[in-house]
């Protein structure tokens, strides 16, 4: 069955420094992978995403992420974090070689906090 | 382009009591996510459409939750009746399509209270 693990409940950094919120996955086939950002009381907002290609994303607002097969990682990591960054972030994962029920699933980690601090 | 539509963002009910969320997703998205997000938890997808026909409603707890988008755009989603485990934030979310590859848009949510 396909899973994502976001280790770390929450992170701290100070303004400035970088930053590297942690993602590991298991699908059976090739990932396609995601990484979206909640800010309060705020839906999920689309950061960036691996389909194929190059394995260092670009994506909004700074942010980047390393696509590492044989670790089955996606990390997410920003050079100098802003104090505006400090939100929810969530790693997820889908399978496009496993149907379920017709269509495949877009399964989500449980989260991590990211607290920026001046 | 206008964003994902919910409402209420807010709703406070008792158990046994019926509640019903709305959601009108971006124009041209052919398809619709429902998700519910329990505090402390990643979105967990409740039920998919693609237009107006359900693809996957294999989470959707079925004694008591339901889902229509009956002309392929909004959509509605019921719970009756409902239970206190149902307190939660429900998502909606809608893509251009269903390929895998298609990033999701989600509108604000609607947070739930069941008392």
């Known amino acids: 069955a396909q899973s994502v693990a976001q280790p770390e409940d929450q992170v701290n950094v100070a303004e400035g420094n970088p930053l590297t919120v942690k993602c590991t996955y298991s699908?059976?086939?090739?990932?396609?992978l995601f990484w979206y950002v909640q800010y309060p009381n705020r839906g999920l907002q689309f950061l960036l995403k691996y389909i194929t290609g190059d394995n260092l994303v670009k994506g909004s607002y700074g942010f980047e992420a390393e696509f590492n097969k044989s670790q089955t990682s996606f990390h997410l990591k920003k050079p100098s974090a802003l104090v505006s960054d400090s939100a929810l972030y969530f790693c997820a994962v889908r399978d496009p070689a496993r149907i379920s029920g017709g269509y495949n699933k877009l399964i989500f980690g449980a989260g991590t906090r990211l607290a920026v601090h001046p | 382009e206008a964003g994902v539509a919910q409402s209420p963002r807010y709703k406070i009910i008792e158990k046994r009591q019926s509640v019903a969320f709305w959601c009108n997703p971006i124009s041209g998205h052919a398809t619709l996510y429902w998700y519910q997000q329990i505090l402390g938890q990643g979105p967990k997808l409740l039920i998919q459409f693609q237009n107006n026909g359900v693809v996957d409603d294999s989470q959707l707890p079925k004694d008591r939750f339901s889902a229509e988008r009956l002309k392929g755009v909004d959509s509605t989603l019921k719970i009756q009746p409902a239970k206190l485990e149902d307190s939660a934030v429900y998502l909606c979310a809608s893509s251009r399509a269903v390929l895998a590859g298609n990033e999701q848009f989600f509108g604000p949510g609607t947070r739930l209270t069941v008392l």
């Open positions: 699908v059976s086939g090739n990932p396609y």
